[in-house]
């Protein structure tokens, strides 16, 4: 995908000029709040929660949390990646375009890039598993896509892709590990504070009573995958006082940068079949430049499958809005992380923080769902039940 | 509830009266479009489609269909039954309300009561079957309502409620035979106006390319039970020129408020366990004055529950909005009733109708999603096919 060293620095700058280079090929997601939630977020776990749990026995943190959702799940293909696919190929030439555009992804990236291409008119070649879901090729195919299957190791799905580009010429756009991935999807940073300063402009109380802050926006959690909008939206709110977390699976190892960061160096590889599986990958190498600078990010936190399931039933059945479970982690973190919550109550006082949480994706099935919620889930529905089974707090079941 | 003979008449009037009263209290609940699903509308069933349904062999209807849809999936309580208990209890005195109010309901209705009540500083009593689940009667509860037990029958139920009527004076507010309660559910349709007004005058593309239109809003379709929606909306749109229809499901008769129109009298006992279980109820007597009124109630519609569950997925999986299966049956019925869409065809012409489409709440969890779900149900699978699986379609799997 063109000379790495010819793409522009990552800074905030770099992340507006993004911006307004794909504005107009994406849609302007809306950015939610809900007192239910915020509601939740901001009680304390009971001490019966924790036991089990690294924090047994320890006093559970007050934090007081206001959440503004950034809907990525209403983004163009159902999620956050067609920022990145947009602006990678709004920086290659025409002359580069011409031979078209190539990448492997069985996922968002996938259907990201296929509709970018079609939308500059190019030809887009999306290395597929053979194993992967009908609906997903299918997907892929239209949006005028040419599927070309490869084995599912990362070793035959490369050397599938090294022999399209040998024989078409076609240019390579990785999903994440790229200047130009991570400045795209980091856009999305720019648009939540504004959001964010509007709905408090128009409605007071969302923020602290009595209180004119000079900045809206305490804090912004995204999931991370491979890194490509955590590092971007880090870079986008560099320097600008908004502190950047990061949210990951904790399943079988899912969280390698959280792990990467507690050992001074990035997890190259991971196995893991965690249900967030947009959030399967290790981070790449550029991202993780970003990630490990604790200027830019300022943490990365983890989550068990039973927490992410549990943040999506709350976010489906209270809020009405339907997501894929990659992006209920960062709102999984912010309900029952401790080492977080307890961060935000220290750092943030009785006033608190209104933080963004992104909502990245919402391409799953009705089907897929099923399988998670088939067998009704105690860990999930303990956790559940810490956060409003009881009568009082159900009482807040109000959408909005 | 007091005197219905004392109650306003059931005019466009009353409906803009009940507005101003209930304002205040409820959501002003979004209205949203879809390119996609507009789309499908669009495009004619497949002949396989229609084997083995009445209208096997026939020419499938290609009707224009612009959707509009009014989300009362993000109404208080999720649902559009905080209306009528808002507006039911406005028009109480103060002496009336003294000594509370009293309904039997397992469903929204008594979470809309308990809200209202609450709201106004009134007692409320819920009389809800031993057997209702668990969250619903913490729901209740939660909204500071007394719940009440009785048996599942109607005649015990009936039983237990006047026992209360008895015991404390309570006032009883009933789900939908009631004229206040049609005219505050009607209040829906006069945002729904203005709403689809300001979404064409902000993108003129959503309506009919060149042509401007004295009237915005062709058509609306709503779910129809106890037929109190369907009523209200048509009371609030009667000599407007918007057309007002009902949908139903078919499932065991559920259709009744269609098998009665065609029989010219309404029937007042159904037993069906439709998925769509909002809709279970015969239309009450007040209401069918309003349904049986061909100048009021343009016809009702009814659909399979294969139907009501591909429409149910095209919603959540593509729009990413959670709904409930009774708020997926006005959808069905615009997507795969040839009854219905021969209609639209012959009165629309090429033109097409802006059809504004109620999703009439989000009321379920993730669990019974599970058991809608968990087996893939061939026809519903086929359903959708139709509707989308080969890659032409799939291609504007696009959000918004």
Not at 238 to 261: I, Q
Not at 292 to 319: C, F, H, P, W
Request: hydrophobic residues 35%.
């Amino acid at each position: 995908m063109g000379d790495i060293s010819a793409t522009p620095p990552l800074t905030r700058t770099s992340v507006q000029e993004a911006h307004e280079r794909i504005k107009q090929y994406i849609h302007l997601t809306p950015v939610l709040t809900s007192t239910t939630l915020s509601g939740f977020a901001s009680e304390p776990q009971s001490q019966d929660v924790l036991k089990g749990t690294e924090w047994e026995g320890q006093q559970p943190a007050r934090p007081k949390i206001r959440f503004f959702f950034k809907c990525e799940n209403y983004q163009k293909i159902g999620a956050f990646k067609a920022r990145g696919a947009f602006h990678a190929l709004s920086r290659l030439t025409e002359e580069e375009l011409s031979k078209g555009v190539v990448t492997h992804s069985s996922g968002n990236h996938a259907q990201a890039l296929a509709l970018a291409a079609r939308t500059r008119g190019v030809k887009a070649y999306i290395v597929m598993p053979t194993i992967s879901t009908p609906s997903k090729i299918s997907g892929t195919k239209g949006y005028g896509a040419e599927v070309i299957f490869s084995g599912s190791t990362s070793q035959e799905r490369e050397a599938v892709t090294n022999d399209v580009i040998a024989r078409t010429g076609a240019i390579m756009v990785p999903p994440y590990d790229h200047p130009n991935i991570m400045l795209g999807q980091g856009t999305m940073a720019l648009e939540l504070e504004s959001q964010v300063d509007d709905l408090i402009h128009k409605e007071p109380q969302l923020s602290v009573t009595g209180r004119s802050k000079d900045k809206n926006l305490d804090a912004v959690i995204t999931p991370c995958g491979g890194g490509g909008m955590l590092s971007g939206v880090a870079t986008a709110l560099s320097g600008t006082g908004t502190l950047v977390f990061g949210a990951e699976p904790r399943f079988e190892g899912g969280n390698d940068a959280e792990r990467g960061l507690a050992q001074g160096e990035r997890i190259t590889s991971v196995k893991t079949l965690t249900i967030a599986d947009g959030l399967r990958t290790p981070v790449g190498k550029i991202p993780w430049t970003i990630i490990s600078d604790n200027n830019k990010v300022r943490g990365v936190y983890s989550v068990t499958e039973e927490q992410i399931k549990a943040a999506m039933k709350l976010v489906m059945e209270r809020m009405k809005v339907f997501i894929e479970p990659s992006a209920a982690v960062a709102i999984a973190v912010c309900l029952y992380n401790e080492d977080f919550r307890k961060l935000v109550e220290e750092e943030a006082g009785p006033e608190g923080w209104n933080i963004g949480v992104v909502f990245s994706g919402g391409n799953t099935t009705l089907e897929a769902i099923s399988k998670l919620f088939a067998v009704p889930d105690k860990v999930a529905e303990r956790a559940v039940g810490v956060l409003g089974r009881d009568g009082k707090r159900i009482a807040e079941n109000v959408p909005g």
